[in-house]
């Protein structure tokens, strides 16, 4: 029956090739003709393949990072950014919604993308593979940690409750002493003409990070919108030259 | 069993941590030839053994247990937000036992002469991405969902009431990842625990393939050639960040106090402390005459220090301990290197004269907002 469908002008206008992959040339064309696995190269190193050697943490993050997205989506729909729907919404997902356990799987999994991607900058140190060529990735790799967790701690902020907003006061509290752009940080004083100060309580980082002078309906949306669009939208352009230099750069580091 | 955790308790408070930890780190990696000597002698090689793997981690799973029969303990680590971190101190400890054993293997065979595993002969080496890596890849995807359910239905996600703007936490903590920085508020002020540090942070981690950045030693797990880097490295995740983490979420209560593990969070719980400035025990403690109205010169001692320690301190050391890492870098990477070293250390260096001396700032501007 499989093998008849696999003959059919309809499974070979999917499949390039068609059937099942048995000769070498065959396995090399699956990953030259697929979009999705044409990520990889054909061929690699064999330690490439080691679990000992890899860790598979790097894939782990980026598998993760997809789970996100789609748990992320699905809790789109039931989930409204304002004061007023944002915590009773939150509790609905669990109580309401069937088998709800959206909310669990996107926040653990939100915990566990952060491990894994340590534990990937780890390997990639332990190894050495930040090394010339790879300089530059490893630059990008840095800025992915810090786009995970700025969208960790976005995230933070949604479910509205004691925990959430609290947890963010004291993180955007920080931005209060940013030097010259905080009303409280060293050198914002010297921003003045005459008396009239240019950096106040309302004018300063934090005022731009959370849209107010306190935490409020401005800070929820602002967080929800750099949460859902603005941060994803820059990590996966950042994603992209990852991959795209780990390719580039030699793939999988060996040793010279 | 009381006293047990009364040891526990008192061990982990903070100076007694750190310092212990401080004193056997570099011995277990070794950052230079003398320690490497010393971890030699006292054998602490043994560790990345797999019989002391094994050993370790059953240890830490019944020191977990036991802990879990303790309400203040289980209430701190079954906090559903803590519970990362129990599988974090688990994790990171399997990766650094996995990646040192790998090393030394490695280092072992190529004293012998030996090939190691990763060196390959292009191309009869290779295997295919089709079906050896696609495979590998489909496993780990299946059980890393299956793992993601199982915690899902396992734990539910915290929700507390609702937001409340005028009624704070005590104690108010970031998240979980953050802790480590929000620790370091006990020794600086926002502007350099919030702002500037993890800013370097940043920096520095962009700036190691540029300053260790000759080729050998990549592509494999190796430690004896690659010592220096691999030790302040791991002084910096495992210590300066994972350790602040831990200590931040599992060790701080209410008024951001103190408390061992095993310890009740006493809301009233008093740590009467008066910590003072660099200018106040100069001008108040030594010389007896109160503050000068001039800022400048009230802070002038804690401004020289600052511009010793900045200014004086690389050039001296370029001359003496750093010397090979100076002619390696060229003036231009050493400044940026040894600056960077030389920032993170302040943390320790805070901790130490908070501990020793309460010293709170050296210097100390309020009206400018710039306390250091």
């Known amino acids: 029956m499989l093998e008849k469908f696999r003959e059919t002008q309809f499974y070979k206008s999917i499949f390039r090739g068609g059937g099942v992959p048995k000769s070498r040339r065959q396995r090399m064309m699956v990953v030259l003709n697929s979009v999705f696995l044409h990520l990889h190269p054909v061929r690699l190193p064999k330690h490439a393949v080691k679990l000992k050697f890899t860790w598979c943490m790097g894939g782990l993050s980026f598998f993760i990072f997809l789970i996100l997205t789609i748990s992320g989506i699905l809790l789109m729909f039931y989930y409204r950014p304002t004061i007023e729907y944002a915590y009773t919404d939150i509790i609905d997902l669990a109580e309401q919604v069937p088998f709800g356990i959206m909310r669990e799987v996107h926040r653990w999994g939100a915990h566990a993308m952060v491990i894994t991607v340590w534990l990937h900058m780890f390997r990639v140190f332990m190894t050495g593979s930040y090394k010339p060529p790879r300089e530059f990735n490893w630059a990008v790799g840095v800025i992915l940690l810090l786009l995970t967790l700025l969208l960790s701690f976005t995230g933070y902020l949604l479910p509205w409750d004691q925990l959430a907003i609290w947890a963010i006061t004291v993180g955007s509290n920080m931005a209060r002493a940013t030097p010259f752009f905080g009303h409280e940080g060293p050198g914002a004083a010297l921003l003045a003409i005459g008396d009239i100060n240019f950096i106040t309580m309302g004018s300063d980082a934090r005022f731009a990070l959370i849209g107010g002078r306190f935490m409020g309906e401005a800070a929820l949306l602002r967080f929800y919108v750099l949460h859902c669009i603005g941060l994803p939208f820059i990590i996966m352009i950042f994603m992209a030259v990852h991959f795209w230099r780990i390719r580039k750069d030699g793939g999988i580091s060996t040793p010279v | ?80 937000d803590n519970v990362p971190i129990s599988g974090l101190i688990f994790l990171v400890y399997f990766f650094t036992w996995l990646s040192m054993h790998q090393a030394y293997e490695n280092d072992a065979r190529l004293e012998r002469g030996e090939s190691i595993d990763e060196r390959y002969e292009a191309p009869n080496d290779k295997v295919l991405v089709w079906p050896d890596l696609v495979y590998i890849e489909f496993i780990s995807l299946i059980l890393c969902s299956a793992f993601l359910l199982v915690w899902s239905i396992g734990l539910q996600a915290p929700i507390e009431e609702p937001a409340n703007p005028t009624e704070s ?90 408390f061992g593990p095993f310890e009740y969070w006493d809301i009233h719980k008093l740590e009467a402390l008066t910590n003072i400035n660099l200018s106040e025990f100069i001008y108040i403690k030594w010389m007896n005459t109160g503050l000068p109205n001039n800022i ?66 050296i210097i100390s501007i309020p009206e400018y907002f710039f306390n250091f």
Not at chain 2, 26 to 50: A, G, T
Not at chain 2, 187 to 195: K, N, Q, R, T
Not at chain 2, 312 to 338: N, V
Request: hydrophobic share 55%; charged share 15%; proline share 6%.
């Open chain 2, 1 to 80: 069993m009381e006293s047990f955790k009364h040891i526990i308790d008192t061990i982990s408070n903070p100076t007694i941590l750190f310092t212990s930890t401080l004193i056997i780190f570099f011995f277990i990696f070794p950052i230079n030839d003398w320690f490497d000597k010393w971890n030699r002698r006292l054998k602490l090689y043994v560790l990345w053994s797999k019989k002391s793997m094994l050993l370790a981690a059953i240890l830490m799973a019944a020191f977990f247990l036991f802990g879990l029969t303790d309400p203040d303990f289980r209430s701190i680590v079954l906090k559903p």
């Open chain 2, 296 to 361: 400048l010169l009230r802070e002038i001692w804690g401004i020289f220090l600052l511009l010793g320690y900045f200014l004086i301190l690389p050039p001296l050391l370029a001359r003496t301990m750093c010397k090979k890492i100076y002619e390696r870098l060229g003036s231009f990477k050493y400044s940026i290197f040894i600056v960077l070293i030389l920032i993170a250390l302040t943390l320790p260096i805070k901790m130490y004269l908070r501990w020793m001396f309460n010293m709170k700032y």
């Open chain 2, 169 to 258: 936490p005590n104690p108010a903590k970031a998240p979980w990842y953050f802790l480590g920085l929000q620790e370091m508020l006990v020794y600086f002020d926002p502007w350099m625990a919030g702002v500037v540090l993890p800013s370097l942070i940043i920096v520095g981690l962009i700036a190691i393939p540029y300053i260790d950045n000759e080729p050998a030693g990549s592509g494999y797990y190796s430690f004896k050639n690659r010592k220096l880097s691999i030790a302040l490295f791991m002084f910096g995740w495992l210590v300066l960040w994972d350790m602040l983490i831990i200590v931040g979420t599992v060790l701080r209560g209410p008024n951001w106090n103190f």
